[in-house]
């Protein structure tokens, strides 16, 4: 009959940990999936979207012969004294058309007050910051207001821009899909590219643009004309990626791949413990070693012995 078993020893140790790791494991992913079932990851809803084509903005064009006289657009009321321009000028600015000779004179002294404001006045100031839909929604609201938004460049290209007397003679434009959405771009135009960050028809470079707003501006898009918010700015702060290494993983890669080898071990630890046993219960006995303190004795000297201890019994007896 076997003695009691001794868990401190090293098999027995090894067989427990084996034995408990694989339900332990199972009890983790059964309690990881029932989080995430009850209680999932709340995100932010997603921007609707919004029909940005001209003739949802401005409605059906004339079909045939009809003739549409539009009405003499609202005067500009400029309740702030912090815009960009002169009220006239802004007075001036038409939404949903491309760019006008009557859009010069607010647009050429919108330069002319962010180069005067500086990028460090311009950081600093109390700007609002503000979504695709308010710009889009009330275009004269924010006409030369300075707003801030942030979103990604997915396109910066440098332009000429129209001979005038404010020695304005290039600039950036970028076309930014705003942060938390929709995916309808937001028009940027700049006077300086900051350092280092690429420029070109495809690049992906998050921004934060401090700027006035300018109008809501018409462009050939692929399917047809659209209109997009139109802000101006100094320069955009811009906050490179960092590098991604070749061959570099996820944190969900990390996971499952750290979660597939901890199975792996456990499958094979218990093949090894089962296997342990199995060899030291069918390892055969090694004789050598067991009668190597063994004397071996003749029949004769067997008997030899047996009287030896039989006479001594006797004269202990008496």
């Known amino acids: 009959m076997s003695g009691p078993r001794n868990y401190f020893e090293r098999g027995e140790r090894q067989r427990l940990l084996w034995r408990f790791m694989p339900a332990a494991l199972a009890l983790l992913l059964g309690l990881t999936v029932i989080e995430r079932i009850w209680f999932p990851v709340r995100r932010q809803p997603a921007a609707p979207p919004i029909d940005t084509s001209l003739d949802a903005v401005r409605g059906r064009p004339p079909a045939g012969d009809e003739v549409v006289i539009e009405p003499e657009p609202e005067p500009f009321v400029a309740e702030a004294d912090d815009l960009s321009a002169d009220a006239g000028s802004l007075g001036r600015v038409r939404d949903d058309t491309f760019f006008r000779e009557g859009d010069m004179d607010a647009w050429l002294q919108t330069w002319s007050a962010l180069q005067a404001a500086g990028r460090d006045t311009l950081a600093a100031a109390p700007a609002p910051r503000v979504s695709f839909a308010e710009l889009f929604g009330q ?51 700049f006077l300086h590219l900051p350092e280092g960050m690429p420029a070109g028809m495809k690049v992906h470079e998050p921004v934060d643009v401090t700027g006035y707003f300018f109008k809501r501006y018409a462009y050939n898009a692929a399917d047809t004309i659209r209109v997009a918010p139109l802000m101006m700015a100094l320069e955009p702060a811009w906050k490179p990626l960092p590098p991604v290494t070749p061959g570099g993983t996820s944190l969900g890669t990390v996971a499952i791949v750290t979660m597939a080898a901890l199975v792996a071990a456990t499958l094979i630890g218990m093949r090894w413990a089962g296997w342990s ?21 003749s029949t004769e000297e067997s008997l030899r012995q047996l009287a030896r201890d039989d006479g001594s019994t006797e004269e202990d007896s008496r």
């Open 277 to 297: 046993e199995r060899r030291a219960a069918d390892a055969p006995l090694d004789l050598d070693a067991s009668l190597r303190e063994y004397t071996p004795f």
């Open 139 to 189: 275009p004269r609201s924010f006409r030369g207001r300075l707003v801030r938004i942030k979103g990604v460049f997915h396109r910066v290209e440098e332009l000429k821009a129209p001979e005038n007397h404010y020695g304005i003679d290039r600039y950036w434009q970028g076309w930014l899909e705003p942060a938390g959405g929709p995916a309808s771009p937001i028009v940027v135009q």
